[in-house]
DNA sequence: GTCTTCATGTCGGAT
DNA sequence: ATCCGACGTGAAGAC
């Protein structure tokens, strides 16, 4: 069941050095534990003093340093770029590299505890519900969530601001503009919704009238004062049939 | 130089929980890589079939689940949750969870490749230089880059809308909000900048005109259309005095 | 805890 | 390639 691993203890410079080698070599995904100092230069730069971290080098160029805290990783270098194993000084370093924008990511190893060259192949995709989609999904499944009357008429319409989510006319005949978040909302998702109906107006020749609606489970008072001065309006709908929150 | 590290090569079952409890308790990284399902509930929900990953959980309490490919992990916890390892029906099994909100991670393996506890510290801190900070304090440092005769008088001022990353006046003595972007920005930026004017416009009872100027690197085209619109400005900057790009 | 904003955000989709 | 917005965004600082 397994040569599709391989790890070394304790490797030498020079042993290390092979092993990530041979394991970019076979689209393996490469780990390496131990004291490390790292540096960066790119869209911004940073340096890292030593410190135990664990290394993973995968077969697609990404790149990721993680230390002991922390969902983040402390540096890394995205999907794209082009990893090179080495031995300078006596010390087993790697060499990260991309290109547009030009970006440089160090690691330079005191010591090497534990490398591992992961070979595996992962078929599936990931299922997640309960994004913006789902809402959107729901709404047009059931218009009279947003209003009793409401009706769609399109998705992402392109207005001179941007896509708007869902536009439709009320039941009077007035253009809606609804934006939707999956999650309770902030000022910025108010400043989104604006530009929509902003453009909207101009683009209808202020024949119509333009309603904003923004839909999301919930909003915050700086939000809700945002939207009253706008004249916008709030429905609270989850992306979730079964997950009601207070508004 | 290795008690630091501990590994297993294709443990059963029994075997890989054990040397995860051990690790959870001496705080190390644990890392896993094998055959397995993930399922996710919380903000969202989520599943995933089966496939080779690699599984690092912290002593902090994050879990990550990465796959061969992207920068971020398929599926993930935050610091701060509870991992716990079992055996349940013949496989080893992680359930990971934390509270407010309630959220479930289940990683279930057909099969573990390699495991590994990783023992270390890390007692440096990250230096890092171009972000906005670097700007601002670039900025305040030499506020001609501003404007010749622009003078800050605060930073983080607070209005109805949040705080001005820098507040000051212009020559003339009329109120200037500058708000800082790190890299080149798009409508969101000017969003934002419109509701600090607006806010202090509404502050400062209309006595005083207050413009409003975006410095950035650079903005893009429908950035520029609506500073226009709302009467904004713009001046082009970046954190790092070496790096000067065009507007 | 909530709120707000920054981020080497990352990622995907459209142009 | 750039632009735009979603994301289980995460992380930090203020309150």
Redesign the interface.
Same mark, same amino acid.
């Given at each position: 069941?397994?040569d599709? !691993?391989r790890?070394v203890?304790?490797p030498d410079p020079a042993q290390a050095r092979s092993l990530v080698e041979e394991g970019i070599e076979r689209?393996a995904?490469v780990?390496l534990?131990g004291?490390c100092?790292v540096e960066y230069d790119g869209?911004?730069? +940073?340096? %890292?003093?030593?410190?135990?971290?664990?290394v993973?080098l995968?077969?697609?160029g990404?790149a %990721?340093v993680?230390?002991?805290?922390? *969902?983040q990783p !402390?540096?890394?270098q995205?999907?794209g770029c082009t990893h090179e194993p080495a031995v300078e000084d006596g010390q087993f370093v790697i060499f990260s590299e991309r290109t547009t924008p030009e970006e440089f990511l160090t690691v330079r190893f005191e010591?090497v505890?534990?490398a591992?060259a992961? $070979?595996? +192949? $992962?078929? +599936?995709?990931?299922?997640?519900?309960?994004?913006e989609a789902d809402l959107k999904e729901r709404i047009l499944a059931d218009p009279d969530l947003v209003e009793s009357g409401f009706e769609p008429r399109a998705t992402e319409r392109d207005t001179?601001?941007?896509a708007v989510d869902i536009y439709g006319e009320d039941a009077d005949g007035n253009a809606v503009v609804v934006e939707l978040k999956?999650?309770r909302v902030g000022?910025?998702a108010v400043? *989104?919704l604006?530009?929509y109906v902003d453009a909207l107006e101009r683009d209808l020749h202020a024949e119509v009238t333009v309603r904003g609606i923004l839909v999301a489970p919930s909003v915050t008072d700086?939000a809700r004062k %945002?939207l009253a001065e706008r004249g916008l309006e709030f429905v609270s709908l989850t992306?979730d049939p079964g997950t009601a929150l207070s508004e």
């Open positions: 069941m397994t599709r !691993v790890t203890r304790d689209d995904v780990t534990f004291r100092t869209r911004a730069a +940073s340096t %890292l003093g030593p410190g135990d971290r664990l993973v995968k077969p697609d990404t %990721l993680h230390t002991d805290e922390g *969902q !402390v540096n890394w995205p999907p010591h505890d534990h591992g992961l $070979d595996g +192949s $992962d078929p +599936s995709a990931l299922d997640l519900t309960g994004t001179p601001a941007g999956r999650r000022p910025d400043g *989104q604006t530009r700086r %945002l992306p």
